[in-house]
């Protein structure tokens, strides 16, 4: 079992900044990707970014040049850089965990409110 509790989250207007962290803690080990997704209600949920333990990244077109995803070496927390945030940019951010294997299992936290005013 994996859990993740996500930090950070809150009110910003247009073209400020926020960092979330998510702290990670249980088998850490087995975790091979770790990520950011954010979901509007009444809209699905969707990937903002990735990274793996080897350190490769990946984001979503929405948010790329604007955000960056980091962690430590351990994978114990990962944190989402989110500079010059927009209105659109308003969701309850989720850290999730995949573990390696085929397939891998899923973990994914309670999640964090970002709200962006313009």
């Known amino acids: 079992q994996v859990q993740l509790v996500e930090s950070g989250g809150g009110l910003v207007q247009a073209g400020g900044s926020l960092r979330l962290s998510c702290a990670a803690s249980?088998?850490?080990?087995?975790?091979?990707?770790m990520g950011w997704y954010r979901q509007v209600p009444g809209n699905q949920r969707e990937l903002v970014a990735t990274?793996?333990?080897?350190?490769?990244?990946s984001y979503a077109d929405s948010v790329r040049g604007r955000f960056t995803i980091a962690r430590d070496n351990a994978m114990k927390t990962v944190y989402l850089q989110m500079n010059t945030l927009e209105p659109e940019d308003t969701a309850v951010y989720y850290c999730?965990?995949?573990?390696?294997?085929?397939?891998?299992?899923?973990?994914w936290g309670k999640g964090t409110l970002v709200t962006v005013s313009s």
């Open positions: 999730n965990a995949e573990t390696f294997g085929d397939p891998g299992m899923n973990y």
């Open positions: 249980g088998l850490i080990f087995r975790i091979n990707v």
């Open positions: 990274i793996t333990r080897a350190g490769r990244t």
